[in-house]
């Protein structure tokens, strides 16, 4: 089948566009960055060069697709994520409708249940709810939880200050995903196929920042390394001081935490927690953290 793919080559196409050359289908990938054309080519998928909030771009791309994989890349420019976000997945329901695709798996989020979710959970509700109009296309959402890749970025914390935390204590569970999964997962739907509008959660462990702590720790030789509850101001002004705008560290990270302690965030996955898919245990990603940490 032909299939086009959003995303570049980010964290989960990395995983998914080998899966699905593999298995014989015609791969493209929209990137808005020429430089990784090549990459791409050597994957085995054809590159679509523009931008997601072309909506005559998007309806070029997607023509011809079977199936459509959708995800809403990040805008570090912008003034306002939420209507950044609703925005793109406006354009992908026109683009699709107009192309005639009959298949998308859309990337969602853990919270998306919610029209009022924190942080980009409620604008990914609305995105669900637009794709779902789409009368004659069977939709797939994935609802991940948080990137197991985002501990990269604690790296510095960690060296430098032997600790690791959020604005929560580390008695709070975290749904957490490896980007391999969601693409597991993808893939699994892409070459089975599926009828009418489902929802998929991709968690591939539920940790507490305390147990995260201990298996990083017992990863990289710092047994002593703990879980700090930082107050939001405080990491807010972290944030801030390591390139993040007020608006991308209150949507992706602030609102996120605060959901998060207020037990809401997670309130519809834990109903249907037995159904998620996820194979990727955290103490498997550690091994893979370590050797980045001791690179």
Known sequence: MKITLTGSLGNINQYLIPQLVTAGHQVTVISQQPERAAAMTALGATAAIGSVKDRVFLQQAFTGADIVYTMIPPDYAARDLRAYIRATGENYAAAIAQAGVKYVVNLSAVGAHDAAGAGP???????????????????????????????????????????????????????????????????????RLFTGKQIQYVVSDVKTGDELASILGAAIAMPHLSWTAFSDEALLASLQQNGFSEEMAMVYMIEIGIALRNNTLLSHFRQYREQAYGEIRFSAFAEEFAKTYMA
């Open 121 to 191: 959970a409620g604008a990914s509700h609305d995105v669900e709810a637009m794709l779902n109009t789409l009368t004659d296309t069977h939709i797939l959402h994935l609802r991940p939880g948080m990137f197991y890749s985002n501990f990269y970025g604690a790296i510095p914390l960690i060296k430098y200050q032997q600790l690791l935390g959020n604005n929560f204590s580390g008695d709070v569970e975290m749904a957490l995903t490896h980007p391999a999964d969601i693409a597991a997962a993808a893939a699994k739907a892409m070459n």
